[in-house]
């Protein structure tokens, strides 16, 4: 399977901390994305990532990418309460369609 | 703009009935995609539309049809429903496919008993 794998599956922080989040992969991408998804609603696209990047930023997330160890992590800096969530990476190999991973729910305690 | 639409938002189904959810999207996307959450099994890809009148089978088509007539409207259906199609189920669509992020809609919540 070209599946996501995020780790861990679990986090807790303080508001204000960082939070990282790491995603595995097996096969060659071509890109690789990021989702949110509050509880009981859908995903909510955050960033995407090519294979010829390395690293890409978008507010408070920052993303990177390491082919050569077909993996990416995300920072989320500051973190608020409002970003507690289920957060998924998604790779792609065929460019129509994306295979998600099982997530990492974070919590951020105010 | 709504972006996606999935209708309806809960359902409960008896074993062996037949129902079809529908995926409206007002943003001219070409690609459309049903996916299917369980707990810790994250997402999985059941059928996807690269376009009008096209569609594919993803990784877990088995018990579902699908149908894309119209731009705007990706169809899935269950032709007789059984319990292990209990799930969330989500449609997305996106102007390219895998270059460009997914618009997802808010999901079905499907029971079969």
């Known amino acids: 399977s070209q599946q996501g794998e995020e780790d861990p599956q679990a986090l807790s922080i303080q508001e204000g901390e960082n939070a990282t989040m790491n995603c595995s992969y097996k096969?060659?991408?071509?890109?690789l994305q990021w989702y949110r998804q509050n509880s009981g609603r859908g995903l909510v696209h955050l960033i995407l990532?090519?294979?010829?990047?390395r690293e890409k930023h978008s507010g408070r997330l920052r993303v990177t990418l390491d082919t050569s160890k077909k993996s990416s992590s995300l920072l989320i800096t500051a973190s608020r309460a409002a970003d507690t969530a289920s957060y998924f990476c998604a790779t792609d190999a065929t460019g129509n369609q994306f295979y998600f991973g099982t997530g990492t729910s974070l919590t951020v305690i105010p | 703009n709504a972006g996606v639409t999935q209708t309806p938002k809960f359902r409960v189904l008896k074993t062996g009935q037949s129902m079809t959810l529908l995926c409206a999207q007002d943003?001219?996307?070409?690609?459309m995609y049903w996916y299917r959450q369980d707990p810790g099994m994250g997402l999985r890809l059941i059928h996807y539309s690269v376009g009008e009148g096209t569609t594919a089978k993803g990784e877990v088509p088995d018990g579902y049809n699908v149908s894309r007539l119209k731009k705007q409207n990706f169809l899935l259906g269950l032709e007789s429903a059984a319990p292990s199609q209990t799930s969330v189920y989500f449609c997305?669509?996106?102007?390219?496919?895998?270059?460009?992020?997914?618009?997802f809609g808010s999901g079905t919540r499907l029971t079969v008993v």
């Open positions: 943003m001219n996307h070409e690609y």
């Open positions: 096969t060659s991408i071509n890109n």
């Open positions: 990532i090519r294979s010829n990047e």
């Open positions: 997305a669509s996106s102007y390219l496919g895998a270059n460009y992020g997914y618009t």
